[in-house]
Nanobody, 125 residues
Framework: QVQVVESGGGLVQPGGSLRLSCTAS????????IYWYRQAPGKQRELVAT?????????????NYADSVKGRFSISRDNAKNTMYLQMNSLKPEDTAVYYC?????????????WGQGTQVTVSS
């Protein structure tokens, strides 16, 4: 059984920072791509950031960002801890949303995408 759990959301003032974490647990053999999405009320889910698996070499990871967060958000991963992060700086009210982590995870028997339950980020003064 594999679980993916996000944490780190909360209320922050405009211009502030938050770091979201996404931790996978269970019978994991490897975590491939990591994707952070967000969904604001009344809007479609939006892909915010992705990071591929560089194996054991962190410098081989490739990350990509939505234009709306480039230069402000940074995605990273700690393979030893099965934990992925989304560092969010210079937050704006329009960043308010529920943030979801999706991890492509391989076990001994299969490889599928697992989703976390989401964590609320509210940017407001």
């Amino acid at each position: 059984q594999v679980q993916v759990v996000e944490s780190g959301g909360g209320l922050v003032q405009p211009g502030g920072s938050l770091r979201l974490s996404c931790t996978a647990s269970g019978s994991i053999t490897r975590i491939y791509g990591i994707y952070w999405y967000r969904q604001a009320p009344g809007k479609q889910r939006e892909l915010v950031a992705t990071i591929t698996s560089g194996g054991d070499i962190a410098s081989d990871n490739t990350s990509n960002y939505a234009d709306s967060v480039k230069g402000r958000f940074s995605i990273s991963r700690d393979n030893a801890k099965n934990t992925m992060y989304l560092q969010m700086n210079s937050l704006k009210p329009e960043d308010t949303a529920v943030y979801y982590c999706r991890a492509d995870i391989a076990t001994l028997t299969h490889r599928i995408a697992y989703w976390g339950q989401g964590t609320q980020v509210t940017v407001s003064s």
